[in-house]
């Protein structure tokens, strides 16, 4: 199952921003699960938050609060994030950049403190100079922390160790659990991602990992670099070995997993200095590209449920377990992860979904062809009862009766946000910015999670039941692509108007070259709210009718009397060339004055 929101326990109350993370520590209380510490600090702005309105919280320290969680959170724990009430919102720094950078200190980290040769003429010569300076950015008791540094022209690239660690090394609470737990030498580390005897390096050089079950196929190349290719299994190696042995508060310390003079990635940005040389920090990095060229990956999973070449029957029960998903109605009920108790082992897994990586440039890969596979002929196996615990761990499972629900956190792959999708949320705050929305979010869904940038969006429906013949039909319309299989989104968010009517805002996704579908407001008159299930239905007949909103408002008038489609279309301000706000601000006046 999938749990689409979720808060972290330890967070306090009202909005917070993440400065730092760092420090690996061993638990002295009830869990085994090393912990890492979370700098954060009140985010006081009122409004929609601009990187102009940011300024002034980067370089100055307010209060602050230090945080110990699990290491197994690290994967939806970025620098700059901002947390209300322990629900991940929004994020601090919104510029984004690419860099094609060249490594300084041979790819090794090195201390935020370290003297460096640019240092301004004017700087006081009484006071140390360091990578990352006070008055740029506070990082209080992390000033230790490792970092490493590229340059890109006449630039200087600071990239903080632990984000290179969530982004590539632990993107999955599977895969960061063992980085810290016991030597990534050992054969019950590497178990833990990959099925170790049938994982291996080809004689023709190319790589074959075979998944363990809670790793997602996207990570079939991550998999391969860290256990099979000998630069990356060091590199892998290094991280346990610096923790443990580290004398100065078990800071942080990583290399660029990819032996290579040079790297390419984007990432959110923040400038710390413009003279001499202009340098900048990395709060995140938002993608890379794979250095080639590199060995072509095969890959199956342990539990891969396809049909081999040859079936034998079996007597056997279905290995497949049927697990009912939790019912949490309100955010009130939102399932916290705790910060100091390991998960009960006999409870169902929870899987938390937070916004991954776009990976450019992939080694070429392909599936293991299955030769033989069971068909099991006995009964299911029983259900696993679940209950609704609001507590859910993604620590080490026990054995012990224990209050906390088991919970992974697995970064999902992130796709361009589109240029529409990019329209809409501008006109979304821009709205708010000149009160003529109370305010808005993103509506999210109840399933698995597809992403465009940071923001979750709904997948049309890809099979649709004629009532004639009772069969499902594909509805093509809803991919983008079909050679990946690429689902075409919407995106939706919820308005509330100052009168306290809510209605929802709906965004379609185009293919490339494909002119731009109509937007719609929708709303219900009774001022009842829409459910999820309803959405549900008006998205799969906007896929059937493929974005045709004249062709889906016969059908809402047969069968949904008490709701209200409002379709436009996007227009353009001829001077800035952005979206108009005209038209939807005179749609939404008629709704407010209703």
Same mark, same amino acid.
């Given at each position: 199952m999938s749990i689409q929101t979720y808060k972290i326990k330890a967070f306090p109350k009202g909005k917070w921003w993440i400065r730092w993370i760092d420090h690996i520590s061993q638990d002295e209380g009830q869990s085994s699960t090393p912990r890492i510490e979370v700098a954060l600090e009140p985010y006081t702005l009122d409004g929609i938050h601009s990187r102009e309105k940011d300024k002034a919280l980067i370089k100055n320290q307010t209060e602050r609060r230090y945080i110990s969680i699990m290491v197994s959170s690290i994967p939806g724990l970025h620098i700059g994030a901002i947390f209300n009430d322990g629900i991940y919102v929004d994020n601090l720094f919104t510029l984004e950049q690419h860099f094609s950078a060249t490594l300084e200190n041979e790819g090794q980290p090195i201390a935020a403190t370290s003297l460096k040769n640019f240092k301004p003429d004017w700087w006081n010569d009484r006071y140390p100079y360091c990578l990352i300076n006070k008055g740029e950015y506070p990082l209080g008791k992390f000033s230790k922390s490792y970092c490493l540094e590229f340059t890109s022209g006449a630039e200087t690239v600071i990239l903080p160790c632990y984000e290179l660690l969530r982004a590539f090394y632990a993107p999955s609470s599977v895969i960061a659990l063992p980085l810290f737990s016991e030597p990534w030498t050992t054969e019950s580390a590497i178990n833990h991602i990959v099925q170790s005897d049938r994982t291996g390096v080809l004689a023709n050089g190319e790589y074959q990992v075979v998944l363990r079950?809670?790793?997602?196929?996207?990570?079939?190349?991550?998999?391969?670099?860290?256990?099979?290719?000998?630069?990356?299994?060091?590199?892998?190696?290094?991280?346990?070995?610096?923790?443990?042995?580290?004398?100065?508060?078990?800071?942080?310390?990583?290399?660029?997993?990819?032996?290579?003079?040079?790297?390419?990635?984007?990432?959110?940005?923040?400038?710390?200095?413009?003279?001499?040389?202009?340098?900048w920090l990395v709060t995140r990095i938002t993608g890379i590209t794979w250095p080639q060229p590199y060995p072509k990956v095969h890959f199956d999973r342990t539990n891969s449920g396809n049909i081999g070449e040859q079936q034998t029957s079996t007597n056997k029960p279905k290995p497949y377990l049927n697990v009912p998903k939790p019912n949490h109605q309100s955010l009130d009920d939102i399932p916290a992860i705790s910060a100091g108790e390991d998960p009960e082992s006999s409870t169902a897994p929870n899987h938390l979904a937070t916004p991954g990586l776009l990976w450019t440039q992939l080694p070429d890969s392909e599936k293991i062809e299955k030769l033989h596979s069971f068909k099991y002929e006995g009964d299911a196996v029983a259900n696993v009862s679940t209950d609704n615990n609001t507590s859910i761990s993604t620590g080490k499972p026990s054995r012990e $009766?224990?209050?906390?629900? &088991? *919970?992974?956190?697995?970064?999902?792959?992130?796709? %361009?946000?589109?240029? #529409?999708?990019?329209?809409?949320?501008?006109?979304?705050? $821009?709205?708010?910015?000149? &009160? *003529?929305?109370?305010?808005?979010?993103?509506?999210? %869904?109840?399933?698995? #999670?597809?992403?465009?940038?940071?923001?979750?969006?709904?997948?049309?429906?890809?099979?649709?039941?004629?009532?004639?013949?009772?069969?499902?039909?594909?509805?093509?319309?809803?991919?983008?692509?079909?050679?990946?299989?690429?689902?075409?989104?919407?995106?939706?968010?919820?308005?509330?108007?100052?009168?306290?009517?809510?209605?929802?805002?709906?965004?379609?996704?185009?293919?490339?070259?494909?002119?731009?579908?109509?937007?719609?407001?929708?709303?219900?008159?009774?001022?009842?709210?829409?459910?999820?299930?309803?959405?549900?239905?008006?998205?799969?007949?906007?896929?059937?009718?493929?974005?045709?909103?004249?062709?889906?408002?016969?059908?809402i008038e047969d069968n949904f009397p008490e709701l209200n489609i409002i379709d436009f279309k996007h227009t353009y301000d001829k001077k800035t060339g952005n979206p108009s706000l005209n038209l939807i601000s005179q749609k939404l006046s008629l709704l407010v004055n209703a």
């Open positions: 079950k809670n790793i997602k196929d996207d990570y079939r190349y991550r998999a391969a670099h860290l256990t099979l290719n000998p630069y990356g299994k060091a590199c892998a190696e290094q991280i346990y070995s610096h923790y443990t042995n580290s004398k100065d508060g078990h800071q942080i310390k990583v290399s660029w997993p990819f032996n290579t003079p040079t790297i390419s990635f984007k990432g959110n940005i923040t400038i710390l200095q413009r003279e001499p040389s202009t340098k $009766q224990i209050n906390s629900s &088991k *919970a992974d956190m697995q970064q999902e792959k992130r796709r %361009p946000v589109s240029n #529409r999708f990019k329209e809409a949320i501008w006109m979304l705050k $821009q709205l708010q910015e000149k &009160k *003529a929305i109370q305010s808005w979010q993103v509506f999210e %869904p109840d399933k698995k #999670r597809h992403y465009r940038g940071d923001y979750p969006v709904w997948p049309f429906p890809r099979l649709y039941k004629n009532i004639d013949t009772n069969e499902k039909v594909a509805i093509n319309w809803s991919y983008l692509d079909r050679s990946d299989m690429t689902a075409r989104c919407a995106f939706i968010a919820s308005i509330q108007l100052h009168n306290g009517r809510t209605l929802y805002f709906i965004e379609i996704e185009c293919r490339v070259n494909e002119g731009g579908f109509r937007s719609c407001l929708l709303y219900a008159t009774n001022d009842n709210p829409i459910t999820i299930n309803v959405i549900k239905v008006i998205l799969l007949r906007i896929a059937v009718n493929r974005g045709v909103f004249s062709s889906i408002k016969p059908f």
